[in-house]
T-cell receptor
């Protein structure tokens, strides 16, 4: 299995508090992604990165920011969490996008009360 | 209209059955296509890529029809272990992977 870990794996927080999810990889892959998964919607892209300090928005980026200061770490921040951000968040990595092989972390389950 | 759509499911089939999943995509510029599998409360994993000429991997066959913007996955001789959600994935701009909502399969003994 690809070396990719997410932390925390579970978090319960209150509306209005900041939250940071961390994705750490040991594969030295260039591309990193943050997705959220909700019933009826499937996986939706929040932000992705194609290199250190190179990031771009995905389909559902409002309310989220990301940073990638090192190849191995990709952070997702919710500046002020809302109940609509309750979801399961998956980080994924890829070396070559044309192969289609994304390796996913185990997911982080976030509940915003 | 969603960029990638799939049969809503769920599909409940007996062991040994053949089952087919359909997927359509809206962006004609899409470049590459894949099927992923996701077990309950687990992360998605690549099942197979989908090539223009169609491709097979054991009991699994994938087909692509670019003219109709349609992708299919056929599973023959279903096993209990095939029970999962199957995700259709399309890559349009080389960097962004768009996932369909998934079709859940339950193979029954």
């Amino acid at each position: 299995d690809a070396g990719i870990t997410q932390s925390p794996r579970h978090k319960v927080t209150e509306t209005g508090t900041p939250v940071t999810l961390r994705c750490h990889q040991t594969e030295n892959h260039r591309y990193m992604y943050w997705y959220r998964q909700d019933p009826g919607h499937g996986l939706r892209l929040i932000h992705y990165s194609y290199g250190v300090k190179d990031t771009d928005k995905g389909e559902v980026s409002d309310g989220y920011s990301v940073s990638r200061s090192k190849t191995e770490d990709f952070l997702l921040t919710l500046e002020s969490a809302t109940s609509s951000q309750t979801s399961v968040y998956f980080c994924a990595i890829s070396e070559q996008t044309n192969t289609g092989e994304l390796f996913f972390g185990e997911g982080s389950r976030l509940t915003v009360l | 209209r969603k960029e990638v759509e799939q049969d809503p499911g769920p599909f409940n089939v007996p062991e040994g059955a053949t089952v087919a999943f359909n997927c359509t995509y809206s962006n004609s510029a899409s470049q590459s296509f894949f099927w992923y599998r996701q077990d309950c409360r687990k992360e998605p994993k690549l099942l197979m890529s989908v090539y223009s000429s169609g491709n097979e991997d054991g009991r699994f066959t994938a087909q692509l029809n670019r003219a109709s913007q349609y992708i299919s996955l056929l599973i023959r001789d279903s096993k209990l272990s095939d029970s999962a959600t199957y995700l259709c994935v399309v890559n349009t701009n080389g960097q962004n992977f768009v996932f369909g909502p998934g079709t859940r399969l339950s193979v029954l003994p």
